[in-house]
Every structure is written in structure tokens, then in C-alpha cells.
């Protein structure tokens, strides 16, 4: 029984650190925070929550996530102009379109002539400008996933800057399930402190 009420404490800290970080994040972000593209660049991420515009993509640097055919999610450079080879913005995407689009010029497409002239068909999409909301990737998740991004970057031979901002497409707090952790985490500290008062002498002598 002392080892149930352990474990349960330990599970209960966990839930709440976790309902403490989702409520604390949408607190600091009720909404996304407006901003340009270049003043993302220039002075960088001002909240967790952003709303960038202005930004062109560019497909054709962009990196494969999983590293195999299994593909679900790619990193693209938002460049402030389609000729900028400043690369400090980078957003994780799981559009359906640049999917396709990469998997087949990639896998599908052999010959330089056929991938050239199908670029040039969706040059807009390959090219053209995108504005996007997303959650900055250091306060989505861990912050080494961080350092495990900057890391993938490396080994495909970009320079990677000690400004650079990675962004999931689409993530917005989870205020829902921070309430939730919480909730869940008062309600079994709850429970333990009742049993306790309940029944002092059992929980002293562990039955």
C-alpha cells in the first residue's frame, strides 16, 4: 500500500509539472503574437505563439525529418525574400501539398530535366510566399529537440546560427490539456492527503 501511494505521488507531481508548463505557456500566449518575417530575423522570437507573415518558403532546401521513405513531416526555410540566403527561420510542416510535391520530385521524378520542368510548374508552391502560425519548436516540446534540429541542420551542411527559430506549423497551446493534468494531479493529491487523515495509523504502519 505505501508503495500505491508513492507511485501515485510520483504520477501526480509528473501530471501536474506537465498541467503547470501547458497553463503557464497559453498564460504567456492567450493569442498569437503578430510578426513580420524580418523582425522575426532581426531580433527574434518575442513569445512561444507566433503569426508570422511575409515569409517566402523554399522547397527545395528543405529537409526530410525521418530520414527515410516513411515520410510525415519536413523542415522548410522561411526566407524574408525568395532570393535571401539567410536561413534563420525554419518551420516544421505536415502539409499534405509539400508532401506530395517533394515525394515526388524526389522519388518519383528521375531524370534533372523532368524535376526542373516540374518546379518550374509549381514554382508557386516550391517558391511562393507563406504566412503560418506555430508554436516555437523549444517550447512545443524539450528543449534539447532543439539542439537535436540544429544537429540534423549540420549533417546536411547548413550553417546553423545561434539565431535561428524553429516553428511547428499549426501548434497553439494546450491550455485544455494543461487544465486537465492539473486537475488530475490535485485530484489524486486529494486523495492521498483524505486516506491519510482517514486513517493515520494504517498509512503510518504501510497496509
Not at 6 to 22: A, H, I, M, R
Not at 68 to 91: G, N, R
Request: proline share 4%; charged share 25%.
Amino acid at each position: 500500500m505505501k508503495r500505491f501511494r508513492v507511485t501515485l505521488l510520483v504520477v501526480c507531481l509528473v501530471l501536474g509539472w506537465l498541467g503547470y508548463s501547458d497553463l503557464s505557456l497559453y498564460l504567456r500566449n492567450p493569442a498569437p503574437h503578430a510578426i513580420s518575417i524580418d523582425e522575426l530575423s532581426t531580433n527574434g522570437a518575442p513569445r512561444e505563439w507566433l503569426s508570422i507573415d511575409g515569409g517566402y518558403q523554399d522547397l527545395l532546401q528543405a529537409i526530410n525529418m525521418s530520414g527515410t521513405m516513411e515520410i510525415d513531416a519536413f523542415l522548410v526555410p522561411l526566407k524574408s525574400t525568395p532570393e535571401s540566403d539567410q536561413l534563420l527561420v525554419w518551420f516544421e510542416t505536415r502539409d499534405p501539398q509539400i508532401i506530395g510535391a517533394l515525394k515526388t520530385y524526389y522519388f518519383k521524378l528521375d531524370q534533372e530535366d523532368q524535376r526542373n520542368r516540374f518546379v518550374e510548374e509549381n514554382r508557386q508552391l516550391f517558391f511562393g510566399r507563406r504566412d503560418l502560425q506555430g508554436l516555437t519548436a523549444s517550447n512545443l516540446i524539450a528543449d534539447s529537440n532543439q539542439t537535436k534540429l540544429e544537429k540534423l541542420l549540420t549533417e546536411m551542411g547548413v550553417p546553423v546560427s545561434e539565431r535561428i527559430i524553429f516553428i511547428s506549423e499549426g501548434k497553439q497551446p494546450a491550455s485544455t490539456r494543461g487544465f486537465f493534468f492539473f486537475a488530475m494531479a490535485l485530484l489524486g493529491i486529494g486523495k492521498l492527503l483524505f486516506d491519510l487523515l482517514r486513517n493515520p495509523a494504517a498509512a503510518k504502519g504501510g497496509k
